[in-house]
């Protein structure tokens, strides 16, 4: 089972990936933020995920690779739980290697239903206020937006949040 989970800042979508994972005994969280969090309030959320996880859970830390870290880390019984795409894509936009983004995208798209186990992806729905001013802003949204559509297209769950409560947009809440 694939599952991607969307909603907006602070909207109750991690909680919610986090019990679907809790379903499991072994469970890997994919961390995508950079090792060196880039101010306060940054480390702030990164401890407040770590303190919200159980102990016996498997974490890794990767910014950028995430499809070859996915193709490892799958198993059978085994839930892969990605946190977040929007962190994975601004990574990825803002590296020296321009080409990169589009190779690793590709990579996701491709590795995705081949993976066994279960996968929750957690992604934050950016498009649905004002268009940003700034072309870096303007790419963000659009490559989030259409990054999301292409998940969606491949996950056999697609869940909305808004305000801690889960909207099923396509297959069936457990």
Known sequence: MRSLILGGARSGKSPLAERLAGGFDDVVYIATARREPADAEMTARIAHHRERRPAH??????????????????RPGRCLLVDCLNLWLSNLLLDADTD?????????????????????????????????????????????GRLHQDLAARCERVVFVAAGLPLALKGALP
């Open 100 to 144: 990169r983004f589009a190779r690793e995208r590709a990579a996701l798209l491709q590795a995705l239903p081949d993976l066994s186990g279960a996968t929750v992806l957690v992604g934050n729905e950016v498009g649905m206020g004002l268009v940003p001013m700034g072309e870096l802003p303007r790419r963000f949204v659009d490559e989030a």
């Open 57 to 74: 859970w498997g974490c890794i830390e990767e910014p950028l690779a995430l499809a070859a870290t996915l193709r490892a880390q799958a």
